[in-house]
């Protein structure tokens, strides 16, 4: 055997050596997302800051993903409303209903600025006249019971909340006049009239 088919033979052992070494060596395959990217896969997509000075307010990571505009909602039946999501192309039109409205057309009007104002069916009649009056003659607010709502009331807008959990709470009014077409809106200017729905007032 010629000396040089010897050396590249021994080559090969050692480069093979090597290889098999760090192999065994290496550290296990991570499984966990990087440090970078949350568990909830929103990289760079942090919580909304809470500039109200409302306390008790939930902010959520800015959701762009989720303003599409989608032929089917299902209504997810949650404790509270969602403050986001895929909605339907028509939105909500402003005002006070007594009953539930479209959930994915309610997303839309938030979409647009509005507060969302939801409330227990079975809430005490005079708590509802009152809140009432806290929303009528705003452009941007809708009112309606949410069936599978336990919170006597929940205000939500794109990507903030406030969970009520007894009346009356001066937080209410707060939230209405800040989130009402307040910093948060994805679509600041849109209307809140001329689309779906006849609200009381």
């Known amino acids: 055997m010629k000396i040089q088919s010897v050396k590249n033979i021994v080559l090969w052992v050692v480069i093979f050596?090597?290889?098999?070494?760090?192999?065994?060596?290496?550290?296990?395959?991570?499984t966990q997302p990087p440090a970078s990217m949350?568990?909830?896969?929103?990289?760079?997509?942090p919580a909304l800051p809470n500039d109200s000075g409302i306390e008790g307010v939930q902010?959520?990571?800015?959701?762009?993903?989720?303003?599409?505009h989608v032929q089917v909602v299902t209504d997810p039946k949650t404790e509270v409303p969602l403050a986001f999501g895929e909605h339907l192309p028509v939105w909500e039109n402003c005002g006070i209903y007594d009953h539930p409205v479209e959930f994915g057309a309610a997303l839309h009007s938030m979409e647009h600025g509005?507060?969302?104002?939801?409330?227990?069916?079975?809430?005490?009649?005079?708590?509802?006249?009152d809140l009432q009056k806290l929303v009528r003659g705003r452009?941007?607010?809708?009112?309606?019971?949410?069936?599978?709502?336990?919170?006597?009331v929940?205000?939500?807008?794109?990507?903030?909340?406030?969970?009520?959990?007894?009346?009356p709470d001066a937080r209410i009014a707060k939230f209405i006049a800040y989130f009402e077409q307040g910093p948060q809106t994805p679509e600041p200017g849109a209307p809140c009239s001329g689309a779906v729905g006849d609200p009381l007032s």
């Open 139 to 152: 452009d941007h607010v809708l009112m309606s019971p949410y069936p599978s709502q336990i919170k006597p």
């Open 38 to 45: 949350p568990q909830n896969g929103f990289p760079d997509k």
């Open 17 to 30: 050596s090597v290889v098999l070494t760090a192999c065994s060596t290496s550290q296990p395959i991570q």
């Open 114 to 129: 509005a507060v969302w104002l939801t409330y227990v069916p079975d809430l005490d009649q005079a708590q509802i006249a």
């Open 154 to 167: 929940v205000l939500s807008a794109w990507d903030v909340q406030l969970v009520i959990n007894s009346l």
């Open 59 to 68: 902010t959520f990571p800015d959701k762009s993903i989720y303003h599409n």
